[in-house]
């Protein structure tokens, strides 16, 4: 083990993505401490499934990051906003505070002005999921093979090498990217088509009993519709102004689609079916 990395992590947040952390750190790094945070059920769950040594309640996060070196925000990122001011000043200097937010740019600037100096901030996001929920939809391998984005602050340089080798022990490819660019990036690839499949889904529903008839094609399209809003919530909120410039970007693709409708925009399928093609084989999330 290097020099610096990591011995004792605190994960706030015992969901999905925060319990496949821990759990992928107990089977890739089982030398290590993991420390959980979150309320009772969770916290009770997680120590059953060996995720955690142990366990804080969120009233006592300072106690919970004093020690660790390394801590993960894995809540909502409403949530993550708060608690960095919460959590940053009770962590010893030279420690690591990064999160698990899917956008990057509102969670680095909050950082910004609450981080203290010797406490190092590096936006993260994974990019993996699953169909589970809660720590019993948890899952070591989660972050096998899957980006993991990276947005670092100025002045992380020292403790960014140690973030990227232990995300490496977990699996991940990690990336770095800027926090404005990443807010962009997702907007086009991730928060895009869910807006899609929601508007193709109403708009088809209000054509009286049309939705009966959706067979395959539909389906494939529109199964991210059954998203629930309150995963979305802060991720629209967060993210709106890049949001805005992709649907503005799609509808203009759409209507120059349109107008090419009766020549034949054969053009535009064949170079969306070689894009398509060459979109990377998917992965564990």
């Known amino acids: ?15 999905l993505m925060g319990g496949s952390l821990a759990l992928a750190i107990r089977r890739f790094l089982p030398q290590l401490e993991v420390i ?8 009770g769950e997680a120590e059953a499934r060996g995720a955690i040594h142990r366990g804080f309640p969120p009233q006592e996060l300072p106690r919970a990051v004093a ?3 390394l801590v993960f925000l ?3 990122i409403r949530t993550i906003l708060e608690l960095i001011g919460e959590a940053a000043p009770h962590m010893r200097k030279g420690a690591i505070l990064t999160d698990l937010g899917s956008t990057k740019a509102a969670i680095c600037r909050r950082a910004r002005e609450q981080v203290p100096g010797g406490v190092y901030f590096v936006g993260g996001h994974p990019l993996t999921g699953a169909e589970g929920k809660g720590i019993a939809g948890a899952d070591p391998f989660l972050f096998q093979n899957a980006l993991y984005v990276l ?22 490819i990690v990336v770095e990217l800027a926090p404005e660019e990443h807010d962009r990036i997702a907007a086009y690839v ?3 088509p869910q807006l899609l499949a929601v508007a193709l889904v109403n708009l088809v529903g209000r054509e009286g009993g ?6 395959g094609g539909f389906r494939d399209l529109t199964r991210i519709a059954s998203s ?23 509808l203009s693709e759409l209507s120059r689609l349109g107008e090419r409708i009766e020549v034949g925009p054969r053009e535009e399928f064949e170079r969306a079916r070689a894009l398509r093609a060459s979109l990377p084989r998917a992965v564990k999330g």
């Open 228 to 250: 629930p809003y309150g995963i979305w919530e802060d991720i629209l909120t967060t993210n709106a102004p890049r949001i805005r410039e992709a649907l503005a970007a799609l």
């Open 1 to 15: 083990m290097e020099p610096g990395f990591p011995h004792k992590v605190t994960i706030v947040g015992l969901g």
């Open 151 to 172: 947005t670092p602050l100025e002045g992380t340089e020292g403790a960014l090498p140690l973030l990227q080798g232990f995300l490496r022990r977990l699996g991940a």
């Open 190 to 192: 991730s928060h895009l």
């Open 74 to 76: 894995a809540t909502p």
């Open 36 to 43: 959980g945070v979150d309320f009772p059920a969770a916290r």
């Open 210 to 215: 049309y939705l009966r008839f959706a067979a």
């Open 67 to 69: 020690e660790s070196d």
